[in-house]
């Protein structure tokens, strides 16, 4: 057996470079994206938005990783092996999410001997068994009233080689995979057990042996760098990239400027990545501190009443003063309590205190539920009714909105001060107790639990006063112990809200008084144990006067966003990226929160780590050790201010942590934060990745995502990694969510995974007239190659491996491998390039070069069946149309496809030929679908070939006659002898990929006559 021999790898490529299953690691993301709380790291708290997914993150660890052997194809297959994406492990998979039911698989496959695998019970009366023993499958076991199930003690590989059927009986690979568990959810021992003899045999030759992935991880990394991989993330924000890769196997450096990035990441991998032991250890400490605070607040009395119910939520709302009448008034934009029970908030006035009381009814009507749906605060007015007359105030006009003579808005709230935590009576909102949410004494214990609302009474009034009067009395040792925040609110993006829209100026003036109280006990408690902080900070995000009351009826099912499904309940802060106030908010007790904070992950399946991590508070450029392969996520463009709103965490957190955070920079150094896209972004980003580059063995590798918008972006990023002697040696595409989680309509994310490699050192110049035809030759022949491999695996697996977005990416990707070989084009050079403010609507060479790849590439992906004549003479507008209706014909409907070829052939605004935009069934307009507007000469496909013969389609569609139809067209198109071979060739283009039977017929009969149509 060949021995490992270190470094043998030293100068291989990586597999990454050439293959990359894109399209099944998009969906694979997707997915587990929409796992929700599912997901491995969001159980150490859902604020931190924007992770990237872990398995793409292992595809790409892997990836990089692995050598190319010569064998395309198989290399293909093993890496799928790896990921779990094969076959077999598609049907290990769904056996593990019990995807069939026997009775399925019965009426589906062809089975000579179905008894060998499944029995049943008769049901039908007529049935005899003897005869059911000798049937063939396929039946309908319903049909023939029989009950059937797997037999007992059947192995399961036998229940694999029918669910390996089962599977193959489905189109593609989305439809398989859907019915999988993600491989991440299952024992990894057991779902990679059957790959590691195929494995270690394609890899013989490097003498690999390998058991597991951390086995082929640690072997792979000698053979490359003589040792184990260590891979470095330096913008480590949630912590997934160093997660998924200290869990394969790599030591890992973790770095980010923000505290709270660092403490999740830290989390991630010493909580999640904890041994069982470990993890058994840390839920004792959490259970004991729980029990400790809840026995003070029990003790306390605080949230329990005379007849042992106990508080689940406390339902705030705002009140003002109305100008006009004098009245205190609640205000809420809704008195609607809960839509499941019909539980309403009623004004009823109470003239002598001139103020309303609140009552609290249920099971009222469906119209007292509507009416209650109106509030007080609509449309940006407090609004109510007294004695039959409604008044209205703008609450611009309550808070006292003015400009200076500069134009900088002001108003005249009060600005709270240090020690304040609720309004003082002058103040113009105060905050109102109006509901409480009860589990009711006998439930309590119960898994059920039983809950009602009720209004507020006097014993009530007497528990707030309680903890009022406890946190009056100690806020200011509090905040000097650290136990409680007292950094004061810094103006920003985000943080201005508060401050405008509240008087807010210290964090914990967005926590009440029960909040406070509740805050610091778990604190006080916990402030020794590192997860202590981590609980906190999951737990802060659901217990903030940010977090408004909601409620969902029964039937709406909507599962995620602000409400979290049919229920009633109170929201939290981070459901967006905003720090937004509210009229009327709620505040969970600790009996729900206490199970918050309490850290659950799901069981650990492979999840422990066992190498060499560390992570720092730094900033990127200021990296202590090296690493082989840099994977990061750059803040680039981000709509997220980090280091903003996590001040509200850091608030809490930042003072007397235990260890290892002691060692950190408790500060969200918002100056050194890299953001938006400017030129500072760029200085930012360039010494940040020339630090990594001189961080890095010369074989080192790094990757690098970021989102995919236009062609001016790779112009920005690659300029960057130009300039930090980095050279690009990859690209792919990857489709890692649908915005409605970005909430910004429908619209798909795309993820631009960049491969580099650092640059030979020295200087190598060239000019732009030289370096172009090299660009096209290298783009023609990565897609030439890409294409072959689609070829060979669409032959073999029935699927093509690339779509035409991955062909696109890698041609740019081959373009800028040539261009970021140089240090210089011209005169000029990589670093003055990044470096140099940008003008608007300045070209770069950068630009020009990436053009010229997604021409040639372009010019390469024409559809099937069309003449590259026709293609060359169809720019625009016209290729987007041809090309997806040639995707569409093979079932693509990705929103994101169109989005990117749109950008790729330059079309102005594809949305005016689309018929639907929605993210996985957008189409395009068909033939009969254009308006008589989507073809006049204004607009973009109007004036077109395409455009006219659209027009002469729908003419002969409305049975127009085929004579007049032609001599119409003919006057339409100038030049029209010449045009003609093009337009025979579109419309026999139409008449082959057209759904419609009658828009097929009029192709062919407009085809016909073109064709025959003589010389005049
Ligand atoms: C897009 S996020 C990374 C997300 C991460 N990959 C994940 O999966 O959660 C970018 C990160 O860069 C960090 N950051 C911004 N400027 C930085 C700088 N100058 N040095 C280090 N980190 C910085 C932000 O705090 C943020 O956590």
Redesign the pocket.
């Known amino acids: 057996m060949t021995a490992l021999t270190p470094f043998a790898l030293q100068h291989a490529p990586a597999l990454i470079e050439s293959v990359f299953p894109a399209q099944k690691v998009s969906f694979e993301a997707q997915r587990e994206r929409k796992a929700g709380a599912g997901q491995t790291l969001t159980a150490l708290g859902s604020y931190?938005k924007?992770?990237?997914p872990l398995i793409l993150v292992r595809a790409i660890v892997l990836g990089s990783l692995l050598p190319p052997t010569g064998n395309a194809e198989q290399d293909l297959a093993v890496y799928e092996q790896l990921l779990a994406f094969d076959r077999d492990a598609l049907a290990r998979r769904a056996l593990a999410n019990n995807a069939f039911k026997p009775k399925d698989m019965l009426k589906t496959l062809t089975l000579s001997e179905p008894w060998q695998y499944f029995t049943y019970t008769l049901k039908a009366p007529d049935l005899i068994a003897g005869q059911v023993d000798s049937w063939a499958a396929p039946f309908d076991a319903d049909q023939h009233g029989l009950t059937v199930r797997w037999q007992k003690n059947l192995a399961d590989d036998e229940k694999l080689a029918l669910y390996t059927q089962m599977l193959q009986t489905l189109p593609d690979y989305p439809s398989r995979a859907a019915l999988c568990k993600r491989p991440e959810e299952l024992d990894p021992a057991e779902l990679y057990a059957p790959i590691w003899a195929t494995v270690n045999a394609h890899y013989q030759h490097l003498g690999i042996n390998a058991h597991s992935h951390q086995q082929l991880v640690e072997q792979l990394g000698i053979l490359r760098f003589g040792h184990r991989p260590k891979v470095g993330?330096?913008?480590?924000?949630?912590?997934?990239?160093p997660f998924e890769a200290a869990r394969l196997g790599c030591d890992v450096y973790a770095?980010?400027?923000?505290p709270i990035?660092c403490m999740l990441t830290w989390g991630a991998l010493n909580i999640i990545g904890a041994s069982p032991e470990q993890r058994a250890e840390i839920a004792q400490a959490q259970r004991a501190v729980a029990a400790a605070v809840d026995a003070e607040i029990t003790a306390l009395g605080i949230e329990h009443d005379s007849d042992g119910n106990r508080a689940k939520a406390y339902l705030y709302c705002l009140e003002t003063r109305c100008p006009e009448t004098g009245w205190l008034v609640p205000l809420s934009p809704s008195w609607v309590i809960s839509k499941t029970r019909n539980v309403v908030a009623q004004l009823i006035p109470n003239p002598a205190r001139q103020c309303f009381d609140i009552e609290i009814a249920s099971g009222v009507s469906a119209a007292a539920l509507q009416q209650a749906e109106q509030g007080t605060v609509q449309n940006g007015n407090l609004s109510y009714s007294l004695n039959g007359k409604t008044y209205q105030t703008p609450i611009k006009t309550l808070r006292g909105d003015y400009k200076d003579a500069n134009g900088v808005t002001g108003n005249r709230l009060r600005l709270w001060g240090k020690h304040d935590f609720k309004p003082q009576p002058e103040d113009i909102f105060q905050e109102r107790l109006y509901c409480i949410q009860w589990i009711t004494a006998d439930s309590l214990d119960k898994k059920q639990k039983e809950t009602f609302f009720a209004a507020v009474t006097e014993a009530d009034w007497a528990r707030e006063r309680l903890v009022e009067q406890i946190v009056a009395e100690h806020i200011e040792a509090w905040q000097q112990q650290g136990l409680v925040p007292d950094m004061a609110i810094e103006p920003g993006y985000n943080t201005d809200q508060p401050m405008r829209e509240r008087g807010w100026t210290y964090w914990h003036h967005l926590f009440n008084a029960r909040q406070l109280h509740l805050h610091y006990l778990i604190k006080e408690k916990s402030n020794e144990i590192p997860i202590g902080l981590i609980g906190l900070g999951a737990m802060l995000d659901y217990s903030s006067k940010l977090c408004q009351w909601t409620t969902s009826p029964k039937s709406s099912g909507k599962v995620g966003g602000r409400t979290g499904g049919a229920s009633d309940n109170p929201a939290h802060v981070f459901y967006n990226q905003a720090l937004n106030v509210f009229f009327n908010y709620a505040n969970r007790t600790s009996l729900d929160l206490l199970e918050k904070w309490v850290i659950s992950p799901t069981e650990p399946t492979g999840n422990q780590s066992v190498t060499n991590t560390e992570v720092f508070t730094i900033?990127?450029n200021d990296i202590k050790t090296t690493a082989d392969l840099f994977i990061t996520?750059?803040?680039y463009a981000?709509a997220v201010h980090?280091?903003e709103i996590t001040e509200f965490f850091i608030a809490w957190l930042r003072k007397n942590p235990p260890a290892p955070f002691d060692e950190w920079i408790w500060d969200s150094r918002r100056a050194?934060?890299?953001?938006g896209s400017g030129d500072g972004f760029r200085r930012?980003m360039v010494a940040?990745y020339t630090a990594m580059a001189q961080h890095s063995p010369d074989n080192g590798l790094h990757c690098v995502m970021f989102t995919h918008q236009d062609t001016s972006v790779w112009s920005d990023m690659v300029g960057i990694f130009w300039a930090a002697g980095l050279q690009v040696i990859g690209a792919w595409y990857i489709a890692t969510e649908t915005t409605s989680e970005l909430k910004k309509g429908s619209y798909v994310q795309g993820t631009v995974i960049l491969m580099l490699g650092k640059r030979a050192a020295g200087e190598k110049r060239t000019f732009k007239n030289r370096i172009l035809p090299l660009v096209r030759k290298e783009v023609a022949a990565q897609i030439q190659q890409m294409l072959h491999l689609n070829a060979d695996v669409k032959n073999s697996l029935g699927e093509p491996v690339f779509n035409d977005a991955d062909l696109q990416m890698a041609g740019y990707a081959a373009a800028l491998k040539v261009l970021t070989a140089y240090t210089h084009i011209g005169d000029e050079d990589a670093t003055s390039f990044a470096l140099r403010p940008k003008q608007k609507g300045q070209t770069t060479v950068v630009d020009d070069i990436v053009q010229q790849a997604a021409e040639a590439a372009n010019s390469l992906l024409i559809p099937d069946g069309l003449q590259p004549d026709t293609w060359h003479a169809a720019q625009g507008i016209q290729r987007f149309y041809l090309r997806m209706m040639d995707m569409e014909s093979s079932g693509a409907a990705k929103l994101d496809n169109y989005q990117n070829f749109a950008k790729a052939f330059h079309v102005q605004d594809y949305s005016k030929i689309m018929a639907s935009m929605a993210a996985n069934q957008a189409r395009l307009k068909s033939i009969e679908e254009f308006s008589p507007r989507d073809l006049s000469d204004s607009s973009e496909i109007g004036p077109t070939y395409l455009g006219k013969l659209i027009i002469a389609l729908q003419q002969l569609l409305q049975e127009q006659d085929p004579q007049g139809v032609l001599d119409y067209l003919n006057a339409d198109v100038a030049d029209f002898m010449a045009a003609r071979p093009v337009l025979v060739d579109m419309v026999n283009f139409i008449a082959a990929n057209s759904p419609s039977a009658k828009v097929q017929a009029a192709a062919e009969l407009l085809s016909a006559r073109l064709r025959n149509q003589r010389l005049a």
């Not at 993330?233 to 990239?241: L, Q």
């Not at 770095?255 to 923000?258: R, V």
């Open positions: 931190w924007g992770r990237k993330d330096t913008f480590c924000g949630g912590g997934s990239i770095s980010d400027l923000n990035a900033t990127a996520d750059p803040p981000d980090y280091h050194l934060a890299i953001k930012g940040a």
